[in-house]
Structure formats: structure tokens, C-alpha cells
């Protein structure tokens, strides 16, 4: 392994033995992480005791929604979600720190306060995925899991995009943090549903201007093979990789726009 990452490898691991010497404590905090996830779950089958359908989906699809957001968010929350303690990091000065380090600042935010209680909630999603692509009595094709499998990891892509763009937006205005919480967790809300349940302008902005659409909408309908209520072409669940691309490369340019305009605590 390149010496870099065996570097970020030692402090994660570090950080994982240290959470785990106190088991009470982090089997606590696994269950409590988990019930969020499980809440997901349980409003979508709340709503469907008084419909059988919602927005013309039954409840397996709408779980498969559901659940190919909630994997592609437990991926994107183990992995950057760290990075929304961004915001303490500059007002305590920690970050100064890890500027005058000769290592990568975005890996070392990520890495010192990994949490791995956050599997907890990546697990019961992975459950809930399996469940409902049974459920959902899919055409079973080498194309199918392909995209069953791919799905969750586009969308885990975009959603680490939007949790380090949204954060980076403390460089310049440090309280930002329910502005950051309202495109993350907001976010992943839009994308538990289909997006033909919400209004016309709300829709347009969240799902095609924000890219909310191509998260877990999409490729669910590209891997039921349903057609889309709002008439868009089969295809168009193939630009999920490339919104998630993008999103991508507008998170790393806000990052690095950020890291340059960034004083310190002494400026």
C-alpha cells in the first residue's frame, strides 16, 4: 500500500480501537444510528396502512427507492460524513493543524474522527435492499445486478459530493451548518419517495436542477423496467453516473476554492 494511505489507514484504525474499548458505548451508539435508518423504513409502510399505492408505485418499489437511497447514503455518511465537523474544526483552530501537515487536509478531517457505529445503519439498508428487490419480483438478468449492484454506489458518489460541497461552504460562511444539513438529510428525504409525489416547480429544482432525481428514481425505475409517470425517456437513468460525476468534481472544486481562500484563525 502507498505510504500515503497507510498513513490514513493507521489513524482510522486507531480511531476504530479506540470507540471500541468502550463496547457499551458503541453497541449504544450502533443501535441508536441504526433506528434512523429503520424509521425510514417503518414511515414508508405507515404510509401504505391507509393506500395501496403511492404516486402509482406499490410498496415494494417504493422501498427499492427508498432503499437504494438509504444504501447510497449509510456509504457516503461512513465514509465523508465526517466532514461536516468542518465547520468546529476552523471556529476551535483545529484545522490550522492539519494544514501544516504534510499530508492531504480533506483525508485527515475524514480520518480523525471516523465512526464506525455508522455501519450499523449501512447494514439494515443493505437488508432492506435485498428485501426489496425480492419483493419487487425482478426480471433476474447479469444486467439487472449489475445495476442493482451499481445503483447505491452512483448514488453513495453523489451524496459524498453534496456532504463536502455543502461543508465547504463554512470556508467563507462559518455558521453554515442547517444551511449544509438542508441539502444532506433534506436530500436524503426527496430521494426516499418518487419524485412524481412532490409539486411542479419543487420537483424541477430538486430533481433535475440538483440532480436529486438521478439518486435512486431513476435507476430504480431503469432496474424494475417501470415507465416514468412524468414521461421522461427509459435512457435517462443512464446519466446517474455522470450527475454523480459532476457533483463530484463541483464538490472537489468548492473543496480545493475553499482550502486557498482559508486564513486560519489567526488572520
Not at 449492484?149 to 465547504?168: E, K, N, Q, T
Not at 430533481?207 to 435507476?219: M, N, R, T, W
Amino acid at each position: 500500500m502507498d505510504r500515503p494511505f497507510r498513513v490514513y489507514g493507521h489513524l482510522v484504525a486507531a480511531q476504530v480501537r479506540s470507540q471500541l474499548q468502550y463496547r457499551t458505548s458503541f453497541t449504544l451508539d450502533l443501535i441508536g444510528q441504526t433506528l434512523f435508518t429503520v424509521l425510514d423504513y417503518v414511515t414508508v409502510i405507515v404510509l401504505f396502512s391507509v393506500t395501496p399505492t403511492l404516486a402509482g408505485f406499490t410498496l415494494p418499489q417504493v422501498l427499492l427507492i427508498t432503499s437504494i437511497a438509504a444504501v447510497g447514503f449509510g456509504l457516503a455518511d461512513l465514509a465523508v460524513g465526517n466532514v461536516e465537523r468542518l465547520k468546529a474544526y476552523i471556529r476551535t483552530g483545529t484545522l490550522d493543524a492539519m494544514l501544516i501537515r504534510p499530508r492531504r487536509v480533506l483525508p485527515q478531517l475524514l480520518a480523525i474522527d471516523f465512526q464506525p457505529r455508522r455501519l450499523g445503519r449501512l447494514a439494515f439498508a443493505l437488508g432492506g435492499l435485498v428485501v426489496a428487490s425480492v419483493a419487487c419480483e425482478l426480471d433476474w438478468t447479469v444486467w439487472t445486478v449489475v445495476k442493482l449492484v451499481a445503483a447505491p454506489i452512483v448514488a453513495g458518489v453523489y451524496f459524498s459530493a453534496l456532504f463536502v460541497a455543502a461543508a465547504s461552504v463554512a470556508f467563507w460562511w462559518i455558521d453554515s451548518g442547517e444551511f449544509a444539513n438542508s441539502l444532506t438529510y433534506g436530500g436524503r428525504e426527496f430521494t426516499t419517495y418518487p419524485i412524481n409525489l412532490y409539486g411542479g416547480l419543487f420537483r424541477h429544482v430538486f430533481a433535475f436542477a440538483l440532480g436529486f432525481g438521478f439518486v435512486s428514481y431513476y435507476p430504480a425505475l431503469s432496474i424494475t423496467g417501470i415507465p416514468d409517470p412524468l414521461g421522461m425517456p427509459t435512457w435517462i437513468a443512464a446519466l446517474s453516473p455522470i450527475v454523480a460525476a459532476l457533483a463530484a468534481a463541483l464538490a472537489a472544486v468548492c473543496w480545493h476554492l475553499g482550502i486557498r481562500h482559508y486564513n486560519g484563525t489567526g488572520s
